[in-house]
């Protein structure tokens, strides 16, 4: 709504509303279209997200964001004779004269008296969904190639960790920021992004459907991003996991996401199979990991590892584990202090029946280090009493590995 305060610098185009013939009539019915209005009405495209609250006694607060700009809220009141519409905002005391079109449960646009007789159309939001999106969220299938973990609480605030964040290599790691809904838009604050001192915000609509899989409830978040091809719409879907975990059970693995992979063009063995981190992907993973069988179980105190190679024998590595909400510290120092701690974060969906496991680039160069250095002192070909030679394991792994996120994804046996 407080995009009529520009219509007078061609907000027509700008923001690509409808528009008739200038010279077309306004032609009045004579209904009171006043109660049938009241309730939640958004609007999303790539110019403007906005969100306009109506209630019985005409008064009207809009929240929204103009092109990724910053959170702007509104207040007004709102009159309906027959159908023409008058609003008059609290501020500045501006006031704006229009025609109402209205389809009762559906659509509402007001097309404003001008030279162009702008249209702004919102659709009718039949539930706020600023309760339902408190929690944590998974997505394997957003604007990065790994996943992204979302967690909301119910004060205005949240965390990502994500592989990379938006338009960087770079990965964000439980990264706190402010968001608000109001009915299905979510307006989340873009961390150190301003324009003048003032935060930018992004906006999605969000569709909530309970138990929408097997493995819990499913939330959609559509929004428009820039791209080379200009704005386009994305939606992603976020599955509904536990804030807690439950460390109890086996889990097989089942895939890895990989993402922001770079690295030497040189092969190097682990467990039989050839990697190079100069094209590295998930499919690499997939093949050592299924076939040694890989999987894990669970302890409160610990984190055992099984590869079932084809010969039948079962290797089992029994690793402490420290906890602190997600984030699971992997400690072998106890076998030998030589081993490296690695940080990854854990996830589970509301029935456990999915394990994810989180790892960026320093505590993925470890874990993979720690791998073969197990390897390598099983297989004998390492004294675990040889500093040096230790030491050059996690010196090549290191000098292989530029950056990598992978996440790889465990289902209950």
């Known amino acids: 709504m407080k995009t009529f305060k520009f219509l007078a610098v061609a907000l027509v185009a700008m923001l690509g509303f409808t528009a008739c013939d200038k010279d077309c009539d306004h032609d009045f019915i004579e209904h009171d279209f006043t109660q049938d209005i009241v309730g939640t009405w958004t609007t999303l495209n790539g110019e403007l997200a906005e969100a306009m609250v109506i209630k019985a006694d005409g008064s009207f607060t809009t929240t929204g964001v103009m092109k990724g700009g910053s959170l702007y809220e509104e207040k007004g009141t709102i009159k309906v004779v027959n159908n023409k519409v008058t609003l008059a905002f609290d501020g500045d005391k501006d006031t704006f004269e229009g025609r109402l079109e209205f389809v009762a449960g559906k659509s509402m646009s007001i097309v404003m008296f001008n030279d162009n007789d702008v249209r702004l159309t919102y659709d009718y939001c039949k539930e706020d969904l600023s309760e339902e999106i408190v929690g944590m969220w998974v997505c394997n299938d957003g604007l990065t190639d790994g996943i992204t973990i979302m967690s909301y609480s119910d004060n205005g605030k949240m965390t990502i960790t994500t592989a990379a964040a938006l338009g960087t290599n770079d990965p964000l790691v439980k990264r706190e920021s402010d968001y608000v809904v109001v009915g299905d838009l979510m307006f989340t604050k873009l961390p150190a992004a301003n324009v003048e001192g003032q935060p930018l915000y992004t906006a999605a609509r969000m569709t909530y459907t309970p138990n929408g899989t097997s493995a819990g409830d499913i939330m959609t978040h559509t929004l428009y991003t820039p791209s080379a091809n200009g704005v386009v719409k994305v939606t992603s879907s976020f599955l ?65 590892q099984h590869f079932l190679p084809a010969n039948g024998q079962d290797v089992a590595i029994e690793i402490p584990i420290t906890v602190e909400g997600n984030k699971v510290t992997l400690d072998l120092s106890a076998e030998n202090p030589a081993y490296r701690k690695v940080d990854m974060y854990m996830f589970q969906d509301a029935d ?27 297989a004998g070909e390492i004294d675990k009493t040889d500093a040096a030679a230790i030491e050059k394991v996690y010196t090549d792994m290191e000098a292989r590995i530029e950056s990598i996120n992978v996440s790889f994804v465990f289902k209950a046996r």
Do not use: P, W
Request: glycine content about 4%; proline content about 0%.
């Open 352 to 378: 456990n029946s999915q394990l994810h496991m989180y790892m960026h680039t320093n505590d993925f160069i470890n874990y993979f280090a720690n791998m073969e250095l197990y390897n390598l002192l099983a």
């Open 240 to 304: 509904r996991i536990k804030q807690s975990l439950e460390l109890t059970g086996t889990y097989d693995y089942s895939s890895a996401y990989v993402s922001n992979a770079k690295g030497k063009d040189e092969d190097f063995t682990m467990l039989g199979h050839t990697f190079n981190m100069a094209n590295i992907n998930a499919g690499n993973f997939d093949m050592m990991f299924r076939s040694e069988l890989f999987c894990v179980d669970l302890n409160t105190n610990t984190i055992t």
